[in-house]
């Protein structure tokens, strides 16, 4: 099974400042296709994980253009500016490209 | 509007059986993958098995002696069946949608099941 390893597994940030969080995969996630399936979901509290960045960069609809990815192969970065409140919760890293799918064991951010 | 509702029993005692439902509105079991994935209290995300468009399967190796999942298409519902259940597969239970290549893009609210005697 691929192993994500996030980094921090947690952080505090003031309001309007910037955060970046860390992936690391134990194999890399270059499907046979090209594609990179990595994918950053954020889990507010009380709720369920939303889907905030796919293929490592492409932001899914309706989501901020605060929120930014990059890496490839086995090492990936979610950037998230001008931080907001409602930007509070766990953020999961995930990997598509091989089964078993298998997610990070999060990074939660806190407001300071 | 793409919707899931994830519905069973809240309580389960240890070594029976746990069936859950996912019932789907605004799109059609024969066009998306619906997956489940799990979340036991105050921890991380857990994959446990797809339900392929096609009605193809796909269960992660840890679970896959006790799990099965299967469909009504008629209904747009999705099932989840998991046998021998113990305190540690106490959770939140989710079913989600892909989206084309994007996995998990929609997800329902989940279903909290308590393994308990």
């Known amino acids: 099974d691929v192993v994500m390893t996030q980094t921090p597994v947690s952080l505090s940030v003031s309001l309007g400042g910037q955060v970046s969080i860390s992936c690391r995969s134990s194999?890399?996630?270059?499907?046979?296709?090209?594609?990179?399936?990595l994918s950053w979901y954020l889990q507010k509290p009380g709720q369920s994980p939303q889907l905030l960045i796919y293929?490592?960069?492409n932001r899914f609809s309706g989501i901020s253009d605060r929120f930014s990815g990059s890496g490839s192969g086995t090492d990936f970065t979610l950037k998230i500016s001008r931080v907001e409140p409602d930007d509070l919760g766990v953020y999961y890293c995930?990997?598509?490209?091989?089964?078993?799918?298998?997610f990070g064991s999060g990074t939660k951010l806190e407001i300071k | 509007q793409v919707q899931l509702k994830e519905s069973g029993p809240g309580l389960v005692q240890p070594s029976q059986t746990l069936s859950l439902t996912c019932t789907v509105s605004?799109?059609?079991?024969?066009?998306?993958?619906v997956h489940w994935v799990r979340q036991p209290p105050g921890k991380g995300l857990e994959w446990m098995g797809r339900?392929?468009?096609?009605?193809?399967?796909s269960y992660n190796s840890a679970l896959k002696s006790r799990l099965s999942i299967s469909r009504d298409t008629s209904k747009n519902q999705v099932f989840l069946k998991m046998n021998s259940l113990q305190t540690d597969d106490t959770g939140t239970y989710y079913c989600?949608?892909?989206?084309?290549?994007?996995?998990?893009?929609?997800w329902g609210q989940g279903t909290l099941v308590t393994v308990s005697s």
């Open positions: 989600t949608r892909d989206k084309a290549e994007i996995w998990f893009a929609y």
């Open positions: 605004g799109f059609s079991l024969t066009s998306y993958n």
């Open positions: 339900m392929r468009y096609n009605g193809d399967t």
């Open positions: 194999q890399s996630l270059v499907h046979n296709n090209g594609n990179t399936y």
């Open positions: 293929k490592v960069s």
């Open positions: 995930g990997q598509g490209t091989q089964y078993p799918l298998t």
